[in-house]
């Protein structure tokens, strides 16, 4: 059972644009919800995260959209550029984040120069 | 990557040999963490620690053990290695109260 279902799996974007990768869970005792960056041979980074008592946060050009409703939410990369080029997972995790975060199947983005 | 080494970074074992990976943090943080990472799978959580001696199954613990008799040391062992579990290994770090998980630079093993 995927408990959060990513889209799209490959993205490509060009160059100033602005890439968007959608992320819908099903378990409503989630309460946090990051965003990890990975590039090749790397660690995922923590990007941003969100908790479901706001409804959108922005950090730079990377804002989270959050819909607690329709139970999704998305991350926006504005102004893209190719060192944006990453891999990005969506996570969740249920109260108090200790039992460990469950992952989105990842979206591997390439942005064109 | 937050103070957080993993070692080895690859290895490369037969079917049926024990393997054990180590992480060690220098962060002090309480809550530690094994994932594995496959193509398609993004990551899956195997185990847990919220504390010295305590540990916990996640999603994917079937032939995995843990231990954790320090604060900055979490060791993931693979019993007896197949090919199944092939992949690569992370591990993360948060501080009690904290959401944020870090991770560390991976371990790659392949499993033959």
């Known amino acids: 059972q995927q408990q959060v279902k990513q889209s799209p799996q490959s993205l490509i974007v060009q160059k100033g644009g602005i890439s968007i990768i959608n992320c819908a869970y099903e378990?409503?005792?989630?309460?946090?919800f990051p965003w990890y960056q990975q590039f090749p041979g790397k660690g995922p980074a923590l990007l941003i995260a969100?908790?479901?008592?706001?409804s959108e946060k922005k950090e730079g050009r990377f804002t989270i959209s959050f819909n607690k409703s329709a139970k999704q939410f998305s991350l926006h990369i504005m102004d893209s550029q190719p060192g944006d080029s990453a891999t990005y997972f969506c996570?969740?995790?249920?109260?108090?984040?200790?039992?460990?975060?469950?992952f989105g199947k990842g979206t591997h983005l390439i942005i064109q120069p | 990557d937050a103070g957080i080494t993993q070692s080895p970074r690859h290895k490369v074992t037969e079917t049926g040999t024990p393997v054990t990976l180590r992480c060690h943090q220098t962060?002090?943080?309480?809550?530690m963490y094994w994932y594995r990472q496959d193509p398609g799978h993004g990551l899956r959580l195997i185990h847990y620690?919220?504390?010295?001696?305590?540990?916990d199954k996640g999603e994917v613990s079937d032939g995995y053990s843990v231990s954790r008799s320090k604060t900055e040391d979490f060791l993931l062992t693979l019993e007896s290695a197949t090919s199944s579990q092939t992949s690569v290994y992370f591990c993360?770090?948060?501080?009690?109260?904290?959401?944020?998980?870090?991770f560390g630079p991976g371990t790659r093993l392949t499993v033959t």
């Open positions: 993360a770090i948060s501080e009690l109260n904290s959401y944020e998980q870090y």
């Open positions: 378990n409503t005792a989630f309460d946090y």
């Open positions: 969100i908790r479901p008592d706001v």
């Open positions: 996570a969740a995790s249920p109260g108090g984040g200790a039992d460990g975060l469950t």
């Open positions: 962060e002090n943080h309480r809550y």
């Open positions: 620690s919220y504390g010295v001696k305590d540990t």
